[in-house]
């Protein structure tokens, strides 16, 4: 008994503080632990789940401004429908202005299994997976299961910053094939606006990029009309499957020559070409109206039912040539009147490939 009453006696004597205290912590740590037991996920995975980022659109339409000859979505428009998506309703597109200021960089690992039909709806879903890496869906909402349409894996560079030039990753390999557009006003987009110079500085977005790849592909196979010849007579369309290492890259700088530095004995007239050549790079911008290149290689692949498309978009400047964007596109032969792959393809298209 005086055990007991002298722990009573231990007890009564400490400060209140002393005695809430520890036993308030300790009636934490139990509740956390009873969490824990309860809980369905262990606290590392509750604590991703509740910092995953994610959104989901409303409900889009498909207009007739969305397809393409073959009555399906156009393969970069998908592009253009993760944009709308990410910029309106992504939690990176707030209300101020700076927080919009960010430019679809790169897009990977892009599916196309199916597409809404025109006048069907469907909606974007993303999925932040890295600082500035989305992981994109277009989804069709049934009541059985979900479709998914199309998915990617997008970069935003935010600042309206494009990867250096130096970072060209394509496989470059066989036989290259090129051909030269001129890009309009509206296939431009500007990031910034230049007050050392009075202009605003110039990029074709990722989704044009794909279109000038698109026209390239088109034109290698014979252009539009070949392409009707292949669906009418040959019951063959030919359709994008995917698309990897889609990318822009920065080209704002150019590297000069400074020709002041030649002594006069090392003096040559060529020399003196290369100095107007490299005073013309100097002072060449990425604009409206100025020719581009699109080099583009490609692998065959069963028969050639499939086609690896090596794609580079260039623009020239004085001597020299700088790039815009690359990308790899997938294309695959198939029966227009079953829509499945086949090998079946003209001799003359054969002949193309082999050339």
């Known amino acids: 008994m005086r055990f007991f009453n002298s722990i009573a006696v231990i007890i009564l004597q400490q400060p209140a503080a002393a005695f809430i205290a520890p036993h308030a912590a300790a009636l934490s740590f139990f509740r956390n632990c009873c969490n824990d037991l309860y809980s369905s996920k262990p606290p ?25 000859a073959y009555g399906v979505i156009y393969n970069s428009n ?13 939690p990176l597109s707030a209300s101020d202005e700076t927080s919009r200021k960010w430019i679809l960089s790169a897009i990977h690992n892009q599916k196309f299994r199916s597409s809404p039909a025109l006048g ?20 069709t909402e049934n009541e059985s299961s979900d479709v998914v349409h199309n998915s990617a894996l997008v970069e935003v560079t935010p600042g309206m910053k494009l990867s250096p030039a130096n970072e060209l990753t394509l496989k470059q390999s066989g036989k290259v094939d090129e051909k030269r557009y001129i890009p309009y006003h509206d296939e431009f987009d500007h990031y910034n606006f230049d007050e ?3 202009r605003y500085n110039y990029y074709i977005p990722i989704r044009n990029a794909m279109n000038f790849f698109e026209r390239s592909r088109s034109d290698f196979l014979g252009g539009p009309d070949a392409l009707r010849k292949m669906q009418v007579e040959d019951d063959l369309i030919w359709v994008v499957t995917g698309v990897e290492n889609g990318k822009l890259f920065d080209h704002d700088s150019a590297q ?33 109206g100025k020719e581009v290149i699109v080099e583009t290689t ?5 028969k050639g039912m499939i086609l690896d498309c090596h794609h580079t978009l260039w623009m020239e400047g004085g001597s020299q040539r700088k790039l815009l964007a690359q990308a790899t596109c997938v294309i695959v032969a198939l029966k227009g009147s079953t829509r499945r792959p086949t090998s079946k393809l003209p001799q003359w298209v054969l002949d193309k490939f082999a050339e």
């Open 256 to 288: 000069t020559r400074d020709m002041d530095d030649i002594s006069v004995n090392e003096y040559r007239p060529e020399d003196e070409m290369q100095k107007m050549a490299n005073e013309e790079t100097a002072v060449f911008e990425v604009s409206p």
């Open 298 to 302: 490609f692998d065959v692949k069963r």
């Open 196 to 198: 050392t110079t009075s």
């Open 78 to 90: 998908y592009v253009r429908a993760f944009e709308r998506a990410l910029l309106q309703y992504a």
């Open 44 to 68: 590392a995975e509750q604590n991703e789940v509740q910092t995953k980022v994610t959104f989901q659109s409303p409900k889009f339409r498909v207009y007739i401004e969305d397809t393409d």
């Open 120 to 139: 069907e709806e469907y909606i974007i879903r993303g999925k932040l997976v890295d600082a500035n890496t989305w992981e994109i869906e277009m989804i």
